[in-house]
């Protein structure tokens, strides 16, 4: 074993234990701690005996066996933790060391991250790691950003350990400056909410609906994997709904209705309001989750209110099939919102995000790896500067040809009372997307009567701006401030 280590790594937990076994795995040597010390020799004797590892008991004895420059790698929890450890580490480091965050922390910590670090004469790097626990092990997609001079240094480690793709590509490429890794990282969490809910309500449709098993609709989802939802998302689901609970019945039957989680998908949606984009059904799948946890309120509320109740008269095999379509239609619609933040994001912080190569990092290991991916990365590589999604040749035909199937099922559920809000609000925005004009001109009519904000009017040249006085009573003044 080499005496100093490749590497080190901070937070032996689930996925930090895992990252470092894959790091030993491709031939490195890492250094591990842990604020809880016994978590190091516990690690030390178990799953790392006889491996490539230098066990620390101190952050000095951490640092001292690391080469130059060293590469400090931290999975703790984001947020204060991350910031602790920054501040344990930058006295035993010197100018050109590496700190890098790979939690899921909030791209305007890493912004400020990079910039204390290379003020202190150290290099940063915050990287989005998805996969899970699985992925962590035996290849993750890792999307790195922050002080650019130190990706040559990381970037062996990373793209040895990463997933790679047919053709042997690895799932890890450099994103950009200051917070652009975990902002993509942010994104691909937001676009995980987004394709679970749109599987959620399929599942709501085939189980209140249709009256379908999970067993029955295990084989749905196998089929489905076998076709243009290919994915792990759709494969982990048609695992689940076979899975049997000790009385041979569907496990997930039995669990409860509430769900978790922890704070991305919201911050997506935050950062699309800030930059402006409406990146509806990542918003309505957060939301999703927040009504399924007023578990309580929505029993009390099934007693007291009654509505349509589901009674499908339909054909069911086209019902499954149409569902299909609207599963597809709304993942597009998914993909081109999150990749329209992004592309915002870019603008506003000055990152040089390559969109290809994005589609490329998440083709594996990650969360929302599918074969839909391979076709977004064509997009772009045929038209680098493509302003949305929908506009690709190959997606506007694929979302034109969905929407028949797509408009039936949001229908049918709307008429038999079953909720879909990321379906529906999918929908909405491709209707929205492909107007030429919408009611904005009486909403802008509004906002003038009420508050001056004036208005552009459709026969002056953009940029000119007019205010009426509606009433008679509210003179010419108008508001200075008139923001699109």
């Known amino acids: 074993m080499k005496k100093l280590a490749d590497i080190g790594l901070i937070g032996l937990a689930v996925m930090g234990e895992n990252l470092v076994l894959n790091m030993e795995s491709h031939g490195f040597t890492v250094a591990v701690f842990n604020r809880t010390v016994s978590k190091v020799d516990d690690f030390m004797k178990g799953r790392g005996a006889g491996k490539n590892f230098i066990g620390a008991h101190s952050i000095e004895e951490f640092v001292a066996s690391l080469e130059r420059p060293r590469k400090v790698m931290m999975l703790v929890k984001a947020g204060k933790a991350v910031d602790d450890f920054i501040e344990l580490l930058l006295p035993h480091l010197e100018p050109g060391d590496i700190i890098i965050d790979g939690g899921n922390s909030h791209f305007p910590d890493s912004i400020r991250r990079t910039k204390y670090v290379e003020s202190k004469g150290m290099l940063f790097i915050g990287t989005g790691v998805s996969g899970g626990e699985e992925g962590a092990l035996r290849g993750p997609s890792i999307m790195p950003g922050g002080s650019p001079a130190a990706w040559p240094h990381v970037k062996p480690i990373f793209q040895a350990i990463s997933a790679k793709v047919e053709d042997g590509s690895p799932c890890c490429d450099w ?42 609709q295990h084989e749905v989802f196998k089929k489905w994997n076998t076709e243009e939802l290919d994915s792990y998302l759709i494969e ?13 019945g569907p496990l997930v039957e039995k669990i409860l209705d509430t769900a978790g989680q922890k704070g991305t998908g919201k911050w997506t949606g935050v950062a699309a309001l800030d930059l402006g984009i409406p990146l509806t059904l990542i918003g309505e799948s957060v939301f999703a989750r927040c009504l399924s946890a007023q578990k309580d309120l929505r029993v009390m509320a099934s007693k007291q209110i009654s509505g349509t109740k589901p009674n499908f008269t339909g054909d069911k095999k086209q019902f499954i099939d149409d569902l299909k379509m609207a599963l597809y239609g709304a993942k ?42 391979g076709d977004i990365k064509k997009a772009f590589d045929n038209n680098p500067e493509l302003p949305n999604l929908l506009l690709d040749p190959f997606f506007k035909e694929k979302i034109e040809a969905a929407q028949d199937g797509w408009r039936r099922v949001c229908a049918t559920a709307l008429s038999n009372g079953i909720p879909v809000p990321a379906l529906t609000t999918a929908l909405c925005y491709f209707d929205g997307f492909r107007s030429e004009k919408l009611p904005a001109n009486l909403l802008q009519a509004q906002r003038d009567y009420f508050g001056a904000h004036m208005y552009e009017r459709t026969d002056k040249p953009r940029g000119e701006f007019f205010h009426t006085n509606w009433t008679g009573r509210g003179g010419d003044t108008a508001s200075s401030t008139y923001v699109v």
């Open 175 to 216: 994103v950009g400056e200051g917070g652009a890794g975990h902002f993509v990282k942010m994104v691909h969490n937001g676009i995980e909410y987004g394709d679970m809910q749109i599987i959620n309500e399929a599942y709501h449709l085939m189980k209140d609906l249709l009256g379908m098993s999970a067993f029955e």
């Open 236 to 248: 982990i689901t048609r695992d689940i709904l076979a899975f049997k609970d000790e009385d041979g």
């Open 332 to 373: 597009i619609i998914s993909y081109a919102q999150g990749y329209n933040l992004m592309m915002e994001a870019a603008k506003e912080f000055g990152w040089n995000l390559n969109y290809g190569g994005i589609a490329l990092m998440w083709r594996g290991g990650c969360i929302i790896r599918s074969v839909f991916l």
